[in-house]
């Protein structure tokens, strides 16, 4: 079946059509790993009552815009999503994806032009998460299509040190030193890329009951093997992906090393505890911290979703009173030690805090940095009442900041400037900072 691409849509996906019969236009038809404008040879692999899926074999017409990926695993791993088109025109990809969903989610046609801010296309990622099973021992990510485990021995877009890290959890298990107990294992580098956290994902609670685990052994010849890793978190799998994290008993806590890292931006330097968010490309965040608060000045600040304090502490830089609100425990407890005297801190949702919030309590500015689900709108509801006349909104996920900017722009705020920090370039993940006044 001949198709011909017609654009790329959030997801990494291309959009072409099924012939159109009598009843209609054709099946809109999602397919990866192509691009616009190209003319391929598809074949249908699912079939939806409004849509089908296809992959695509043989590409008849390819885009100047193609060149040969830089990763031997791209195609199969499910991590990246556009190492086939010039950084470029990844660039020019994310820009009409974001203007195309403000304009079909927001019915809102953006009349500004988007800043980008590019990044390094490689070696950009200073956290790495890998999936891990013995018996036999596989080391690695999803595949593209379904959830089966793709085992890697590298990442190009991880840093240097994390590459190092991956390979020597190869070599751990040629020498019969892997752990059982891991089920997932994450790396997170400081902005040196000089240090390593490492967070282990364990199935089993009790981890150092019942019977004799070897994650000990394995964290003692990990860091043997890999010394910048200077500790290491335990964290419970739940179920349905959440994870809560394990303490490390007092006799083995020398073992395991320290509970967080430090990673140094030009604002500041930041305590990041295994568990805490924090910005995974290692070239943009002083980018982000400028586009959030530098130059802001004013009485008072809100910082929602503040996670370890990284806007927050920027923000006490001009204004007299900051407030930063977090519901996280761990990411509470850095944003406790990271934020100066100025700060106000509350451990409460986005949610209670703005539901709560006394009428009279005015801010200049509002900071918000949700979680892929966006603000949603009784937040955005909230906090578009609160009449404040800048909001600064970090988001990681289009169609909820969309979602979210019906409810603001209806209650009168403007985009100011849109901005598009690539974070996450060889993926489809697209990260944007809008500037709102009203």
């Known amino acids: 079946m001949l198709l011909t691409i017609d654009k790329l849509i959030y997801g990494g996906n291309g959009l072409a059509r099924l012939p159109a019969d009598e009843k209609g236009p054709g099946k809109a038809v999602f397919l990866p790993l192509v691009l616009e404008g190209e003319r391929v040879e598809g074949e249908i692999t699912e079939q939806k009552p409004g849509f089908a899926r296809a992959r695509a074999g043989k590409i008849l017409e390819a885009s100047p815009h193609r060149i040969a990926p830089a990763c031997p695993y791209f195609g199969e791993c499910g991590g990246c999503h556009y190492q086939h088109a010039s950084y470029e025109h990844q660039l020019q990809i994310k820009s009409a994806i974001l203007r195309e969903t403000f304009r079909r989610v927001a019915k809102l046609e953006l009349e500004q032009e988007i800043r980008v801010h590019a990044s390094h296309p490689w070696n950009y990622r200073n956290r790495t998460r890998l999936r891990m099973r013995t018996r036999p021992f596989v080391l690695g990510y999803n595949r593209l299509r379904w959830s089966e485990l793709l085992a890697v021995e590298q990442c190009p877009i991880s840093s240097p040190l994390i590459n190092r890290a991956i390979a020597a959890l190869w070599e751990l298990e040629r020498a019969d030193k892997a752990s059982a107990d891991v089920t997932e294992i994450e790396f997170f580098a400081n902005a040196e890329d000089t240090q390593l956290m490492a967070e282990l994902t364990v199935q089993e609670k009790g981890w150092l009951r019942g019977r004799k685990p070897d994650l000990p052994e394995f964290v003692v010849a990990l860091r043997a093997a890999l010394p910048e890793v200077i500790g290491v978190g335990v964290f419970h799998a739940t179920g349905q992906g959440a994870v809560e994290r394990q303490d490390i008993p007092a006799e083995l806590r020398e073992t395991f090393g320290a509970d967080h890292l430090v990673y140094s931006t030009a604002a500041r330097d930041y305590q990041v505890s295994a568990g805490s968010f924090f910005q995974t490309n290692r070239f943009l965040t002083d980018k982000l911290l400028e586009l959030a608060g530098e130059g802001r000045s004013g009485e008072h600040a809100l910082d929602l979703y503040a996670g370890v304090g990284l806007f927050s502490v920027v923000l006490a830089q001009g204004f007299r009173s900051v407030s930063a609100v977090e519901s996280a425990p761990v990411a509470f407890r850095d944003l406790k030690n990271n934020c100066p005297g100025s700060v106000t801190i509350y451990r409460a949702t986005t949610e209670q805090f703005m539901s709560e919030l006394q009428p009279s309590k005015r801010f200049d500015l509002v900071v918000v940095d ?43 705020y403007r985009i100011e400037e849109a901005h598009l920090v690539d974070l996450f370039p060889q993926t489809f993940h697209i990260e944007s900072v809008l500037q709102l006044v009203r």
């Open 370 to 412: 949700p979680p892929r689900a966006g603000l949603g709108e009784k937040v955005a509801r909230l906090l578009a009442g609160r009449g404040t006349p800048r909001i600064t909104y970090v988001s990681c996920d289009p169609a909820t900041l969309a979602r979210d900017l019906t409810v603001l722009v209806k209650s009168g």
